[in-house]
């Protein structure tokens, strides 16, 4: 009987096309600029491909906000918010790697960024011309 056999034959090919498709989706979330309260965004970072990515599409963003732990090592998954000046919050998204690129019209803003439970806020003036970079920095990793 040879029905195992092209079982076998079949669940591996639906394997390696999930695989294909995982690895896909990473590579286009850092591709693909998103948009959420008239604000373009894209994140990402892991690994040296994803920052080649993301580096290309700097150009198109005036904003780059960067993640990491004070001892040096990038971080993600990093809450973050965007408000305006009167208070008006404008993207609230978790970061998908150490940097998240933005397009926001001139202007002053409150960003607010939590890792771990520790939220760190920065306040930034945001012109139309070039790309402004903003640290955000932690002590540690949350406990385990």
Request: avoid cysteine; charge should be positive.
């Given at each position: 009987?040879?029905?195992?056999?092209?079982?076998?034959?079949?669940?591996?090919?639906?394997?390696?096309?999930?695989?294909?498709?995982?690895?896909?989706?990473?590579?286009?979330?850092?591709?693909?600029?998103?948009?959420?309260?008239?604000?373009?965004?894209?994140?990402?970072?892991?690994?040296?491909?994803?920052?080649?990515?993301?580096?290309?599409?700097?150009?198109?963003?005036?904003?780059?906000?960067?993640?990491?732990?004070?001892?040096?090592?990038?971080?993600?998954?990093?809450?973050?918010?965007?408000?305006?000046?009167?208070?008006?919050?404008?993207?609230?998204?978790?970061?998908?790697?150490?940097?998240?690129?933005?397009?926001?019209p001139a202007g002053n803003y409150q960003i607010v960024a939590s890792f771990a439970g520790n939220a760190e806020r920065r306040t930034v003036t945001i012109g139309s011309e070039k790309l402004r970079t903003v640290d955000f920095?932690?002590?540690?990793?949350?406990?385990?």
């Amino acid at each position: 009987m040879k029905y195992p056999k092209l079982l076998n034959t079949a669940m591996a090919a639906i394997l390696l096309g999930v695989a294909a498709f995982g690895s896909l989706a990473q590579e286009q979330s850092d591709q693909v600029a998103l948009s959420a309260g008239g604000v373009s965004y894209v994140s990402g970072g892991v690994g040296t491909a994803s920052i080649d990515r993301l580096d290309s599409l700097a150009a198109d963003f005036n904003l780059k906000l960067v993640f990491a732990l004070k001892a040096g090592d990038y971080v993600s998954g990093v809450k973050v918010t965007i408000s305006d000046a009167v208070g008006k919050m404008l993207l609230d998204t978790t970061s998908q790697g150490p940097w998240l690129l933005a397009r926001l019209p001139a202007g002053n803003y409150q960003i607010v960024a939590s890792f771990a439970g520790n939220a760190e806020r920065r306040t930034v003036t945001i012109g139309s011309e070039k790309l402004r970079t903003v640290d955000f920095r932690w002590a540690s990793q949350a406990p385990r």
